[in-house]
């Protein structure tokens, strides 16, 4: 095996290891969080599409907070998505919603 080819499968490995373990941060996130209100969490990801939650996560996930904000029905999640564990962490929590979306074709092996 020569050097290049072993610096990119290295890389490649590398790669694939952290983006699933964000995948799998973002779940733990979405079943602590999410799912005591919005039951069924495999079906629920799969409501929006991968532009939707994109769009709801960008800005360090300020869609999604401003949406349950200005929610009554919502208030009590109110303390999380005004946290700053919730804004630390909306990247995992993206790359999990966006990883199960609608068009994604990916269903999660655990809930
Ligand atoms: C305290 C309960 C609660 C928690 C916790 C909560 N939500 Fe919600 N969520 C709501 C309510 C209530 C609505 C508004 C639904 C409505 O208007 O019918 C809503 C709406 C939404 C919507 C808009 C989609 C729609 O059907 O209107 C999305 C997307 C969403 N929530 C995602 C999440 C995610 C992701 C989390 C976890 C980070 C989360 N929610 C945590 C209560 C909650």
């Known amino acids: 095996m020569n050097k290049k080819f072993f610096l990119f499968i290295s890389i490649l490995f590398l790669t694939l290891a952290t983006s699933s373990a964000a995948v ?10 999410c799912v005591k209100c919005h039951a069924s969490g495999q079906v629920f ?14 800005k360090n996930g300020k869609g999604l907070a401003d949406l349950h904000l200005g929610k ?30 609608k068009d994604s074709g990916n269903v999660p092996a655990c809930n």
């Open 24 to 33: 799998y941060k973002g779940q733990k996130i979405f079943v602590k969080e």
């Open 45 to 58: 990801v799969a409501t929006q599409n991968m532009k939707d939650w994109k769009k709801l996560m960008n």
């Open 72 to 101: 009554e029905k919502a208030k009590d999640s109110w303390e999380y998505f005004d946290s700053s564990i919730y804004a630390k962490k909306t990247k995992h929590l993206e790359q999990f919603l966006v990883e199960y979306a």
